[in-house]
């Protein structure tokens, strides 16, 4: 299921660690970057790949809010509703994302485009309120900002 | 050079080492230029033990919250062991109200990777993990690639600097929990289990990572380490407060004109942070209440911040401690109900439910908190959230416990008035059984 060159790097990563265990989380951010999200069968491939009970890839799985079980949109749009961002205005942000996007916290839309999440402190708090899609980091956020945004996206 | 804190022409005149204002330092041919990896030549000069002796005189404390002495930490590592040994930093960062360690990833990343190389020839460890949070993905990329330009420099790797010293350096992406930022959590994960703290003891310098002794140090504090072998722990020692000194990176976020990381001696009173680098409060309101370290830490009262300094002695002495140096403004026109409720949310969703106080307890506060919140708590409730708080707190493996009850009980402790004031504007008020 993993393209050779992600095996190539799965190859170096285990002379990294003592333990193939330990590639666990590099080996399922690889499937979830290859795939979208990572699937059941993909947890069983992992299982396979590093001798690892299936079980524990799934509890792995389940325990990191980061890693997805399940399809979601091509873009995922997370907003910092913690404190210091809620200071800063997090509330109608994300109000007005779930307007713009017809979609509430934790749906993804129709045509699979969008999914909207809420999230934790994402460390981003002198520059809030802000939001991630994927590695990259909105900041200074204004409804404007987000509409441009959004429209960009579309 | 003798900083006083109260001085304010001279804490401008800091002159920063952690984070300078210099931006290319990211770069290896600038960072090489400007006196980088100059440190480690030194230290690779001195002896290892004498190196720990550097660090423990220089009284440096850890800046991931604990504020445990780094040198002590580091002289618990067995020596001329068998086994291998490991260097883990803590790059989680997930403490609400803390974005330090981001800077240095971004703006100072091979202070980062001297100071970790150092602390592996102090101790004899040929293998560093720099565990970040999954969220940091493009912060990630800043730093494997300062990582990579000092392994082609032979700067990482075997025989450095021409010397009989190899260390490996790798970085392990956490994948979004809060609790990979507690030193055992982190070290499971890096094993690749689920991230559940480990009862201690055994503490880590005996059983760590995959058995093997461990050191886990914050990347400020690591960032740290260079500068003291550079300056000398006499110079290091005399930043900021005698017993926590050093420069340290403060953050100020919230209602502030000018949030930001802000990098000064230890010491600096609250109110000169909060007024002279943040710029004060929007619009000249007042402040009603200021966590100063982090979410965790014990929230303050806006008018008792007079004479409060940041270093860990003064915030002790007021209640509260210094965290990770998140300070988080909060103006007089603040819903602290929603503040409370807020963040015993985070701990609810946070823990990781291994110890059944946290796991439950955390989950109570919260209900108990939303009832405040929707103006359906019953007076009754204010003392039931407290009784929930104090057995959750001590009760549990790590500290995340306590870091959930701590928030809730200085809330009530300093801020009572609000939650009564909720319950007489009850809507269950008129309902007599």
Excluded at chain 2, 80 to 108: A, H, M, W
Excluded at chain 2, 147 to 173: C, M, P, W
Excluded at chain 2, 332 to 350: P, S
Aim: hydrophobic letters at 35%.
């Amino acid at each position: 299921m993993l393209s050779e060159s992600n095996l190539n790097k799965v190859e170096q990563l285990r002379k990294r660690y003592p333990t193939s265990q330990a590639l666990v989380l590099p080996v399922l951010w690889m499937v979830q970057e290859q795939e979208g999200y990572i699937s059941e069968d993909s947890m069983k491939y992992v299982a396979a790949l590093l001798h690892i009970p299936f079980g524990h890839i799934l509890g792995v799985v389940s325990f990191y809010t980061m890693l997805q079980k399940n399809r979601i949109g091509k873009h995922h749009i997370e907003v910092c509703t913690n404190i210091s961002c809620m200071l800063r205005g997090s509330v109608k942000i994300l109000e007005h994302i779930e307007q713009r996007l017809g979609i509430t916290v934790g749906e993804t839309s129709p045509d699979k485009k969008w999914t909207l999440s809420e999230a934790e402190c994402m460390g981003s708090c002198g520059t809030a309120p802000m939001l991630a899609i994927g590695d990259e980091y909105y900041e200074n956020l204004t409804l404007e900002k987000i509409d441009k945004l959004i429209d960009n996206l579309k | 050079m003798n900083l006083r804190p109260s001085d304010t022409e001279q804490l401008n005149a800091w002159k920063r080492v952690i984070i300078p204002d210099d931006r290319d330092l990211y770069k290896i041919d600038h960072y090489l230029a400007h006196g980088g990896y100059k440190a480690l030549k030194k230290a690779l000069e001195m002896k290892p033990e004498e190196v720990i002796d550097e660090v423990k005189r220089s009284n440096l404390r850890g800046r991931g919250g604990a504020c445990f002495p780094t040198g002590l930490k580091w002289s618990f590592m067995p020596k001329n062991f068998d086994k291998p040994k490991y260097l883990c930093v803590n790059g989680d960062e997930s403490e609400p109200g803390t974005f330090k360690d981001r800077q240095i990833f971004e703006y100072n990343p091979h202070l980062l990777i001297e100071g970790t190389l150092i602390a592996c020839y102090a101790m004899g460890i040929t293998t560093a993990y720099i565990y970040i949070r999954g969220e940091y993905g493009k912060w990630i990329k800043m730093l494997q690639k300062a990582i990579d330009d000092a392994y082609a420099n032979g700067l990482v790797g075997e025989k450095i600097l021409g010397t009989e010293f190899s260390t490996q350096v790798y970085i392990h992406r956490g994948a979004g929990a809060y609790i990979c930022g507690e030193e055992s959590s982190l070290m499971n994960s890096i094993e690749g289990e689920r991230g559940y703290p480990r009862v201690k003891p055994p503490f880590p310098a005996q059983v760590g990572l995959w058995g093997c002794p461990t050191t886990i140090n914050n990347v400020e504090t690591i960032s740290n380490i260079p500068v003291i072998i550079s300056y000398g722990w006499e110079w290091y020692s005399k930043i900021g407060t005698a017993k926590h000194p050093g420069p340290i990176l403060v953050g100020v976020s919230g209602h502030v004109n000018n949030p930001g990381v802000f990098e000064m001696p230890t010491g600096e009173p609250l109110l000169e942070i909060i007024y002279k680098r943040a710029g004060g409060v929007p619009g000249d309101k007042g402040i009603k209440a200021v966590i100063p370290g982090g979410s965790s830490t014990m929230i303050l009262r806006g008018d008792q911040l007079e004479g409060i300094r940041m270093d860990a002695e003064s915030l002790k002495t007021a209640g509260s401690s210094v965290g990770t140096a998140g300070i988080i403004v909060m103006d007089e026109d603040t819903d602290l109900i929603q503040v409370i409720t807020r963040i015993a949310e985070f701990y609810y969703r946070e823990s990781c439910g291994q110890c059944t106080p946290c796991r439950e307890g955390t989950d109570w506060m919260f209900k108990i908190l939303k009832r405040f919140q929707r103006y359906e708590a019953k007076k009754e409730d204010i003392d039931l959230l407290l009784d929930v708080a104090n057995n959750i707190e001590g009760n549990t493996i790590c500290a995340l416990g306590d870091a959930a009850a701590w928030p809730v009980q200085s809330m009530i402790r300093n801020f009572r008035d609000e939650f009564e004031q909720r319950v007489q504007t009850s809507r269950f008020q008129e309902i007599v059984l």
